[in-house]
RNA sequence: GGGCGGUUAGCUCAGCUGGUAGAGCGCCUGCCUUACAAGCAGGAGGUCGCUGGUUCGAUCCCAGCACCGCCCACCA
């Protein structure tokens, strides 16, 4: 074996036999290396500016791997891979999220199911429970997220419950209390009787619901009759205060200042007017009720009325409702309340009613609106200057539109930020009573007497802080000078309020800089019928079962296995099938990403098992126009690859490079440069270095996208030393435990043959622009027009696929590829002969078919007459568009020139078929 | 109720600043051509949702309409 091809034997053997690629077997070894090489995990040197950081939107430590999960690390890890080949320390922030709610709900189920529940074991028992399930169950995203390949930096894992993550916590919260930002008041919250908590605004949900509006009729206290109200909920009558109607509405307006009796408790209801009650809508009447209601609320307030709490925080009506309903859930008082008003004759109708009512995101049980005590954060000062960060074009969305103005109207109309909750799995308030006396501070009061204030934190409130947490916040850390500001934040559309936009403010307000500057928001992928991917829909798939093969779910009506696609395959699937719209999964894109692994498995065995030995890759040999053809494709491809990348236009990326190496490195130079390759009797250092240059580019700009199966093709490359030393450290050096080429120390390639670095930190290829050769992509482009117009033609006149055709070549421009033409389009090439039988319009003239039994040119006669009649349209229509005088007149010079050159082409064409 | 997005080939989706459209899959025909049948060659298939308008010219710009979807919102 040569000294440039410091590939084991048998390894070699592996590549000559396996015809196909088999990710399963490549994938997890790969990642081995590169863990071990430690090139996951950058040193806290040099400054944010240079680095490159990316904050992983942390999972629930609980969660498992879903598709959205696997497309944002596809477009993360793409992400960074490139600033890593681009020499820059790339550090994506790994870590997960303690999750309250989503976390203390499963280990409750996991309590029910031993037939107890979280009181009977105490809170400190439950959150050591939680701790637990946490060790047992917290590795499994990690492992998943592992086999997509995702280069997170493991090492140093976070966890928002850390101590450290979890003194930032309190630290915040002290911070904001004492600046007035964090409060506490007594106020209509969003009440979820599911998790017994309060909850935001954000996690409340609409859902349409059928229900009854009932008319009932209070009793005015001077006799004179009743008022009507119309209600959904008749039994909060029994917390109403006050009857309003608009003041300019007339049928009432005599009654304002009178008072009603509440039926069934007795309650004196004073007549108010606000201008919030539309006079169309019900009975133009409406009962008031501040301690259930929004909107009443807020008229109580106006009118200082009385704030009733007839149903409690646990879903039952409180004594305030009387002792006949005291007790019961609100539904049984409904039900008892319009029994008791029907006795008395009060209902004086109903009407079926459908409507929007408010229902937790969380338990999806009804929101009860009720006053409690809570802590809230005023958002209004924050938002200022994370609008002006957006505005002033410091923070960027990608795409622009229409994300931009969605989280620009929502900050400013933002509103209060309930951020306590009556849960035992979370960050604790740091907050201590003792009769009136509260204080707020990071460690507990001293003296006696003290309590603790049992709620915990929005799990949110612990998420804003993330990309600087994380980083060792608000300590002056190496990892902070280095890493933050971070770069990009990648995510879904769904968490732009919750998560996005909390950490552009609070990032501000605590560190005084943006924790980002770019926003790529992408799709969300729906299933393939169209419905949201969940799994009590059985709508999900689950995306290690399309990496590693597995049942398709039951939105797949045929049933069946998934094949083990790989997760280079998904990744390229995911990319390419996503842009910022929403997409339906797309399986057919999983599968042209399996079949552009083993193309490039292929086309690399060609060109490893074929080049001559001890040649080096370079772009510096050619001697062939369409070498110089496919190197000046090669820099047009890098370009655009690299934009695109830059734009977060990963899609865009993947396709682009699919079509690059598939449809032109592939199918028209491998085929070209065969003859040469294959003939052992010259030199072929020439072909050789430019097809190892080649295969060596393609790797290079399909590593972010497919990582493994470019890093396993790259370790049988012979190496060129244009690789510069990383600059990370890494831990490298121990003992490989396979066939591959050692990694060498230190990481990175120092460019000796038998010394190649990973392609992980290989160099990021720069265009070179003096490479672009125009004169060879019209030569070669001429020679794929006329082959691929032969090849038509052969196949309508049925000449068999394997018959030679003498032919002869009329036609100027194909200096130096003519042979090309010959071999793709299987003819035989005579400079003499008889006269032709056939003549195939190509670039810059004909090819004349000459006679020859393997072709009869009468059976291709008919075809031929569809194309006339095909180009005698086009031309019709080009004169016609010529003739139009505002058209020459108007449009552009290169434009009227362009449609005049077409024509005279069409009607050189239309003469050769004579 | 307000706002946003979508409507392009049988399916899933691209299409930058206007010059009559592309990909993958599927379909048809022919090839086991010494990298790949997860392949190769060729082909069929679209009045770019509807109606107007601007323009020499509109899938692309404007207006209206029709469906579909999403977000926001305190009408009982």
């Not at 950058?42 to 944010?48: K, N, Q, R, S, W």
């Not at 019961?328 to 459908?354: I, N």
């Not at 130096?816 to 002969?833: K, V």
């Amino acid at each position: 074996m040569a000294d440039c091809r410091p590939v084991a034997d048998d390894r070699l053997k592996l590549l000559e036999e396996r015809t196909r690629y088999v990710p399963g077997d490549v994938e997890p070894r790969v990642f081995e290396r590169w863990e071990r090489a430690g090139v996951f995990h950058p040193e806290p040197e040099g400054d944010a500016a240079e680095n490159f950081t990316i904050p992983v939107p942390p999972p629930n430590v609980t969660g498992v791997l879903h598709m959205g999960h696997a497309l944002n690390s596809s477009i993360q890890d793409s992400l960074i891979r490139l600033a890593r080949m681009r020499g820059r320390r790339a550090k994506w922030i790994f870590g997960t999220d303690h999750a309250g709610i989503a976390t203390q709900v499963k280990v409750e189920e996991a309590l029910a199911a031993e037939g107890r529940r979280k009181e009977d074991i105490g809170r400190d028992a439950f959150v050591e429970r939680v701790w637990e399930w946490r060790r047992e169950h917290g590795s499994q995203i990690v492992e998943q997220l592992e086999r997509l390949g995702a280069s997170l930096d493991y090492g140093d894992e976070r966890f928002t419950m850390d101590d450290a993550y979890a003194r930032a916590v309190r630290h915040v919260f002290v911070a904001l209390y004492e600046k007035g930002l964090i409060y506490r008041d007594n106020y209509m919250v969003n009440w979820d009787p599911g998790t017994r908590s309060a909850i935001s605004d954000l996690e409340v949900e609409q859902r349409e619901i059928q229900d009854t509006l009932y008319m009932i009729d209070y009793p005015l206290e001077s006799g004179s009759g009743s008022i009507t109200v119309a209600t959904v909920r008749p039994e909060t009558m029994l917390a109403d205060t006050a009857i309003a109607v608009n003041p300019s509405d007339e049928r009432y307006t005599r009654l304002i200042g009178e008072t009603a009796i509440l039926p069934l408790v007795g309650r004196r209801l004073p007549i108010v007017a606000d201008e919030y009650v539309k006079t169309e809508f019900g009975t133009g009447a409406l009962k008031i009720t501040p301690g259930h209601d929004p909107n009443d609320f807020e008229i109580g307030r106006r009118h200082g009325l009385e704030e009733i709490s007839a149903i409690g925080e646990d879903g039952r009506m409180t004594a305030a409702a009387g002792e006949r309903f005291a007790g019961l859930t609100a539904d049984e008082a409904r039900r008892e309340v319009v029994a008791a008003l029907r006795e008395q004759d009060l209902v004086s109708g109903t009407q079926p009613y459908v409507h929007d009512v408010p229902c937790s995101h969380r338990s999806g049980m009804r929101i009860e609106p009720l006053i409690s005590l809570q802590w809230f954060c005023d958002m209004g000062t924050l938002a200022g200057p994370a609008i002006a960060a957006v505005k002033e074009g410091r923070l960027r969305f990608h795409p622009e539109s229409p994300w931009t103005g969605v989280y620009l109207d929502w900050l400013e109309g933002i509103r209060p930020w309930c951020i306590s909750r009556q849960l035992w799995w979370g960050h604790q308030l740091p907050v201590w009573y003792r009769g009136d006396e509260v204080h707020v501070g990071a460690q507990a009061p001293a003296g006696d007497g003290w309590t603790r204030d049992p709620d915990v934190l929005d799990t949110w409130f612990s998420s804003a802080l993330w990309p600087f947490a994380t980083l060792g916040w608000p300590d002056d850390t190496p990892e902070l000078r280095a890493f933050y500001p971070t770069d990009v934040l990648s995510t879904a559309r769904d968490i732009i309020f919750l998560w996005v936009a909390r950490m552009v403010m609070l990032g501000i307000e605590l560190t005084g800089e943006l924790p980002f500057t770019d926003v790529p928001i992408h799709s969300v992928i729906q299933a393939p019928d169209g419905r949201r991917m969940s799994k009590s829909l059985g709508t999900g798939i689950d995306p290690l079962d399309l990496i590693d093969g597995g049942p398709r779910p039951p939105v797949y009506k045929e049933g069946g296995e998934f094949p083990a696609y790989g997760a280079d395959a998904l990744r390229f699937g995911l990319l390419a099938s996503s842009s910022s719209q929403d997409v339906r999964f797309n399986e057919e894109r999983v599968k042209q990403g399996r079949d552009l692994a083993n193309k490039l498995w292929n086309a690399s065995r060609l060109i490893l098992l074929g080049v001559e030995e001890g040649v080096a890759p370079s772009p510096d040999a050619a001697e062939a126009p369409e070498d110089r053809w496919i190197l000046s494709r090669l820099e047009r491809i890098t370009e655009r690859t690299a934009a695109a990348l830059d734009r977060f236009e990963l899609s865009a990326a993947a396709l682009d490079l699919y079509d690059f190496f598939w449809s032109e490195l592939c199918d028209w130079y491998l085929e070209m440069a065969k003859p040469r390759l294959y003939d052992e009797s010259r030199d072929r250092t020439a072909v050789s270095a430019t097809l190892l240059f080649c295969l060596d580019r393609s790797l290079r700009l399909l590593h972010p996208i497919m990582p493994h199966v470019t890093e396993e093709i790259w370790g049988f490359l012979p190496h060129v030393s244009t690789d510069r030393p990383t600059t990370s450290g890494g831990s490298g050096g121990r003992e490989p435990p396979d066939l591959l080429p050692p990694v060498a120390p230190g990481r990175g390639g120092e460019g000796s043959a038998s010394e190649r670095g990973l392609l992980a930190v290989a160099e990021w290829p720069v265009a070179d622009g003096s490479r672009i050769d125009d004169e060879a992509e019209e030569l070669v482009g001429r020679v794929i027009a006329a082959v691929t117009e032969l090849r038509r033609y052969r196949d309508e006149a049925g000449v068999k696929p394997s018959a030679l055709l003498p032919a002869r070549l009329a036609a100027d421009g194909y200096d130096g590829a003519a042979q090309h033409l010959e071999r793709l389009a299987r003819l035989e090439l005579r400079s003499e002969g008889d006269a032709a039988a056939a003549e195939i319009p190509v670039p810059g003239g004909a090819v004349q078919l000459l006679p020859t039994d393997a072709f009869d040119p009468d059976a291709a006669a008919a075809k031929v007459a569809e194309r006339r009649e095909r180009l005698e349209g086009e031309i019709e229509r080009l004169e016609r568009k010529l003739a139009n005088e505002p058209f020459v007149e108007r449009a552009p010079a290169e434009v009227v020139e362009g449609e005049r050159s077409k024509l005279a082409g069409y009607r050189a064409d239309l003469e050769r078929l004579g």
